[in-house]
Nanobody, 116 residues
Framework: QVQLVESGGGLVQAGGSLRLSCAAS????????IAWYRQAPGKQREFVAR???????NYADSVKGRFTISRDNAKNTVYLQMNSLKPEDTAVYYC??????????WGQGTQVTVSS
């Protein structure tokens, strides 16, 4: 069974950058879309970005031009490069797959905190 593990979060000043990683076991990247979601304290989880198996990408309007999602199938890893970070980006970030979304299953996520 495929596992997804997020990493790379941390504390950064506004305007700074972080790169999140989503490491997967198995061959999920060859057959599945991978997406990033985030959840800020007291708020609902929201979509951030997704990447299809063919490399096409989609972003939430709030992160367009600042975040870039990419994948390295050789490493079974999806990345989320986050630039020009804002305090509003503070949240726990999760990576997921269509199956996990359908099941409403979420992993541990990785905390991103952006200070003013």
């Amino acid at each position: 069974q495929v596992q997804l593990v997020e990493s790379g979060g941390g504390l950064v000043q506004a305007g700074g950058s972080l790169r999140l990683s989503c490491a997967a076991s198995g061959s999920i990247f060859t057959i599945n879309t991978i997406a990033w979601y985030r959840q800020a304290p007291g708020k609902q989880r929201e979509f951030v970005a997704r990447i299809l198996t063919v490399g096409l990408t989609n972003y939430a309007d709030s992160v367009k031009g600042r975040f870039t999602i990419s994948r390295d199938n050789a490493k079974n890893t999806v990345y989320l490069q986050m630039n020009s970070l804002k305090p509003e980006d503070t949240a726990v970030y999760y990576c997921t797959s269509p199956e996990r979304l359908r099941r409403d299953y979420w992993g541990q996520g990785t905390q991103v905190t952006v200070s003013s």
